[in-house]
């Protein structure tokens, strides 16, 4: 399955972006999917995650409250909204999909798409 991140840009502190990720070639209602980003300087970290039927949903402490994941299995689409940003915000964010919920934290990918910047600056 190919993943297609984007919606990233150049937004100031307390705004707020909508990323998109697209998925192609496989049944995307099939997977658990999880947004994680990578700032400079930091390890890349799970930023947050939905399970197939959009159910369960899981996030990151530092975004708790203020991002929001959802899907849309007939567009083969996950979204994460992204309000009250903050400059620490600021890093690639990408979408992947974990073989199961249990594993959204911790597994060990070996591929990444092309992620999408998101930068928090005034």
């Known amino acids: 399955v190919q993943l297609q991140a984007s919606g990233g840009g150049l937004v100031q502190p307390g705004g707020s972006l909508r990323l998109s990720c697209t998925a192609s070639?496989?049944?995307?209602?099939?997977?658990?999917m999880g947004w994680y980003r990578e700032a400079p300087g930091k390890q890349r970290e799970l930023v947050a995650a939905?399970?197939?039927?959009?159910?369960?949903?899981d996030y990151g402490d530092s975004v708790k409250g203020r991002f929001t994941i959802s899907r849309d299995n007939a567009k083969n689409t996950v979204y994460l909204q992204m309000n009250s940003l903050k400059p620490e915000d600021t890093a690639v964010y990408y979408c992947?999909?974990?073989?199961?919920?249990?594993?959204?934290?911790?597994?060990?990918?070996?591929?990444w798409g092309q992620g999408t910047l998101v930068t928090v600056s005034s």
């Open positions: 939905i399970s197939t039927g959009g159910t369960m949903k």
């Open positions: 070639g496989g049944p995307f209602r099939n997977y658990v």
């Open positions: 992947n999909r974990p073989p199961n919920w249990l594993l959204r934290r911790t597994f060990e990918y070996t591929s």
